[in-house]
């Protein structure tokens, strides 16, 4: 069975960065997006980044600039480099595999536990 396990959450101070990684475990199709996703308390779940096998990427407009999403040359571990955090990033961030590279709940294959980033004023 496929498996999803995001690490590398914090608290950090505005302005600072981090960075996510979900690891791959089981089989998940090579056609599958790796989705990045957060929610905050009191907020809709959001989509923030994609990236296909072939490295092409997306990313919700707020993040544009600030976020990179890449992958090992294994395709095993993907991360999502987050800088410039401010407190509008403060969630919990989730990675999925996404079928069809969407954002959509009802397409995801697989989630992971969730990893939380809180950024102070």
């Known amino acids: 069975q496929m498996q999803l396990v995001e690490s590398g959450g914090g608290s950090v101070q505005a302005g600072g960065s981090l960075r996510l990684s979900c690891a791959k475990s089981?089989?998940?199709?090579?056609?599958?997006?790796l989705a990045w996703v957060r929610q905050a308390p009191g907020k809709e779940r959001e989509g923030v980044a994609t990236i296909r096998s072939d490295g092409s990427t997306r990313y919700t407009d707020s993040v544009k600039g600030r976020f990179t999403v890449s992958q090992d040359n294994a395709k095993i571990i993907v991360y999502l480099q987050m800088n410039s955090l401010n407190p509008e990033d403060t969630a919990m961030y989730y990675c999925?595999?996404?079928?069809?590279?969407?954002?959509?709940?009802?397409?995801?294959?697989?989630w992971g536990q969730g990893t939380q980033v809180t950024v102070s004023s």
């Open positions: 089981g089989y998940i199709y090579s056609s599958y997006c």
């Open positions: 999925a595999a996404s079928p069809l590279c969407s954002w959509r709940q009802e397409d995801f294959a697989s």
